[in-house]
């Protein structure tokens, strides 16, 4: 099933089922449609009784692709693996880039992250061989950039666990960043539940021109429509301006569109994306994308009135658009280049830049190489080098064989640059700096997507900013954040120069240098998956038990969250995400963030059982030891933010019966339902507080247990009082049995 091989059957089968989805859809709602609504919709699996209201109702949809990174597919594939099916229902890849750490260059960071991530390297290719998803190995290259050269595709629907996977927008593609548990649903044959988003109109007017470049329109959106503006939004871009803009170009934006928050980011096919399809061997695929293009751009009267279609619209002028930088620790501070002299003097920032860092899944494409290696050429010839540390991450093998060959390389190491793994590195902390301690105060500058404090070399005291590869080549050339390449003159032997606008094919003239040695096959069922009996990092799952029939009772109260409680409170990341791949590990650190009611504590409560204070956890494991079930009580909206599965995953595995709520955030109920767990809520909210620490706790009605008939929590008082509180539910009969049978996957499993 999976693999690069099968990829233009899979297309075909995609625009079959758009039109058949569509030509239902039009009848329904009788209005011209968005680009993002054909995608969308054409992915729905129930077409015809789908509740289509946006922002509103949440969607089914049946996605063409899933990938993962290593990080998150360990859990992701642990979870598939307990569904019992043999292969993936759709496509699947996993991508070894998180895990490799930059330090002193790409051969030894690459040999020290193979030791280091043995066990999880040696798990996740014998499980993808096993289960046919393809797999590429270490230093073969960043997920969104590996996908977008080999398998993101015009009209595609593709879920990745990874935040940046809307990358593949640029290539036409609704991509979107979830959980483990989605993929591995997804993966087991379920469809993926996502709020059906609004969409907001992004016009593209002019050319890009001189120093100004693709990363600077998403820089520029992201000020305008601040981190939070794309929340349940996709963004669609339109007009003329669009076709100035490279493929790549393209996915840098759509790749930042994670930073709006937004569900993903799309533009429609045009004569660039033709382009790099065919640069990247898939001419067969630009060909069918021709033949239906259609259904892969908005409807005409969409664009001539593009108002009364999104739900918002912005237009932005590239012929006039100035280079900027954004930071430090937001991606929304930004600053047009004219101004960050005026803008770093306010604010008091360090302007002598420490390091420049270029690369990463959202700005390493060949153009992105090319362009800045023009720029050390230039410094070359002028007989100047980096004042800052430069560092380039290239985003593949493909990329980095190509610009081995065309010289860019050379261009770089020529000034001072240092060529790192093809791999995540210090985009995601995994930069390990001799140069400055942690606490000491210094500024930076990269060409990747997120600047929050930490998220490079882990250092608080680090400024993060971010701008395009060119400008960030400019500015460690210069070795100032304030260095302006448009006005200002840099030194050299020679007297004062200013540096030449960029330059650089969109496509290498002599074709890409492909490379699959990467790139592992799957072989199906006779291979073994590999996890150590004796592994801190993996475990093998164990299905949760079925129900036992009964009434819940006897229960106690684990923990009664107040205020704010979401996914990072009940399963926070950080040095947890070590043991993401092993349950068992990763939940010691259940609910560490949850503020427990009674004494206002974060993350402790007091056990009925032994009277002593604990972590959540460890009083989870000695009422699990003592065959207690527990329940979770929660106050509004438990459980927002990620689709973290461990979040739910966690409760369950040390006996977590019901999570009780003033309300709920969608997706975390629909993962706990998934888990097993009862997650119900109070039909009266103020019922939370009449809730006590020692109360015995039973649900009533289980055995009766149908969508929309009410429950009954049914609370024991220390003086014998009973009080019965009436709880709603938003289970579906398959819900339902989700919980009989113990989990949504024993369900598949037993099918
Ligand atoms: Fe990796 Fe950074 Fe992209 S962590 S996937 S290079 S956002």
Known sequence: MAGIETTLGLVEKTYNKTRENLSVVRDRLNKPLTLAEKIMYGHLDDPKNQDLKQGESFLLLNPDRVAMQDATAQMAILQFMLSGRDESAVPATVHCDHLIRAYKGEDSDLAVAMDENREVYDFLASASSRYNLGFWKPGAGIIHQVILENYAFPGGLMIGTDSHTPNAGGLGMCASGVGGADASDVM???????????????????????WTSAKDVIIKLIGMLTVKGGTNRIIEYFGDGCESISCTGKATI????????????????????????????RADIAKLAMENIDILTPDSEVVANPDLYYEKVIEIDLSTL????TGPHTPDAFHPLSKVKEDGAKEGWELNLSSGLIGSCTNSSYEDMGRSASICKQAKKLGIKMKSTYFVSPGSTQVRKTIDRDGFTQDFEDVGGVMLANACGPCIGQWSRDDFKKGERNTIINSFNRNFRARNDANPETLGFIGSPEIVTAMALAGRLDFNPITDTISTPNGDIKLEAPVGDELPKNGFVTDLDGYQKPEGRGVQVIVADDSKRLQLLTPFAPWDGEDITDSLLLCKAKGKCTTDHISPAGPWLQYRGHLDNISDNMLTGAVNAFSGETGEATSILSGEKHSFSKVAREYKAAGKSWFIIGDENYGEGSSREHAAMSPRLLGCKAVITRSFARIHETNLKKQGVLALTFKN????????????????????FAPGVELTLEIKKDDGEIVNIPLVHTFNNLQIEWFKAGSALNVLRNS
Not at 188 to 210: D, H, M, R, S, Y
Not at 322 to 325: A, F, G, L, Y
């Open 322 to 325: 100035e280079p900027h930088i």
């Open 254 to 281: 759509t790749n930042m569109g994670a930073e709006l928050g937004a569900t993903c980011s799309v533009f429609q096919y045009d004569s660039r994306m033709k382009d790099y399809l065919e640069a990247t061997n």
């Open 188 to 210: 087991a044959g379920l469809n993926w539940e996502v709020k059906n988003p609004t969409v907001v109109g992004v016009k593209l007017i002019g050319k890009l021109n001189g």
């Open 685 to 704: 909210p103020e019922d939370y507080d009449r809730v006590d620490r020692t109360d015995i706790l039973a649900i009533k009605g289980v055995k009766e």
